[in-house]
Nanobody, 114 residues
Framework: QVQLVESGGGLVLPGGSLRLSCAASTSIFNFNMGWFRQAPRKERELVAEVTSGGAKNYADSVKGRFTIFRDNAKNTIDLQMNSLKPEDTAVYYC?????????WGQGTQVTVSS
């Protein structure tokens, strides 16, 4: 069973930055990878994704503020989050997916509050 372990969440002031990291227990080179988030009483939504070929896609709400990185050598996917807003508060989940399998991490809490 593939494991994804997220880290880097926490409490940050509005306007601050956080970097989330997701480490996979398997080689990720043939997986599309993404970060999702779920706020209280809301559905889980895509934040950012990067394909196995390196193409990136972002939710409109985070464009220009968040950047997704993948490191196939380290089997990690990071999410750099800048200019954070209270509405970015959510549990953030890492997901990897290919034609045959989908795996999710356990989630890490991000709270943006003064």
């Amino acid at each position: 069973q593939v494991q994804l372990v997220e880290s880097g969440g926490g409490l940050v002031l509005p306007g601050g930055s956080l970097r989330l990291s997701c480490a996979a227990s398997t080689s990720i080179f043939n997986f599309n990878m993404g970060w999702f988030r779920q706020a209280p009483r809301k559905e889980r939504e895509l934040v950012a994704e990067v394909t196995s070929g390196g193409a990136k896609n972002y939710a409109d709400s985070v464009k220009g503020r968040f950047t997704i990185f993948r490191d196939n050598a380290k089997n990690t996917i990071d999410l750099q989050m800048n200019s954070l807003k209270p509405e970015d508060t959510a549990v953030y989940y890492c997901r990897i997916r290919n034609l045959w399998d989908t795996f999710w991490g356990q989630g890490t809490q991000v709270t943006v509050s003064s």
